[in-house]
């Protein structure tokens, strides 16, 4: 009987120490923030060698009247398989008015393909003060 118990504190000892140590539970992969941003957004975007690393360069096409600020991109590093084994969040200077684009760059790890989202922004809203 002792041994039995001593066993299952073990176990649950050892199950308890595998949840608690970083990285053998996976964390849940990001998704963007803004969903439909399809809507109003598109992206461009190449995977390139700058200096010895890799990164993404692109630009975030606005193809709506609205005006954007604080926008982020999401990339996307995959495997063969099509599972992602990194991710990045990075800004996208500027402001993007309606029909333009703004330029990015996301330093990335080698992979095998790569996957770019917008993962959020704020519609910036213009006000105009009527004078009498």
Do not use: C
Request: hydrophobic share 40%; glycine share 8%.
């Amino acid at each position: 009987m002792a041994s039995s118990i001593r066993r299952l504190g073990a176990l649950v000892l050892g199950v308890a120490l595998a949840l608690a140590t970083p990285g053998l539970a996976r964390a849940r992969d990001l998704e963007p923030l803004m969903h439909g941003w399809e809507q109003h957004l598109s992206i461009t975007w190449n995977p390139v060698q700058q200096h010895g690393r890799t990164e993404i360069e692109g630009y975030v096409i606005n193809r709506s009247p609205y005006r954007f600020g604080r926008l982020r991109v999401l990339v996307d590093s995959l495997d063969d398989a099509g599972r992602i084994v990194d991710q990045r969040v990075s800004w996208v200077h500027g402001e993007l008015p309606g029909d333009s684009r703004l330029y990015f760059e996301v330093p990335v790890k080698p992979a095998s393909n790569y996957r770019v989202s917008v993962f959020s922004y704020d519609r910036l809203e213009e006000f105009s003060m009527m004078l009498p």
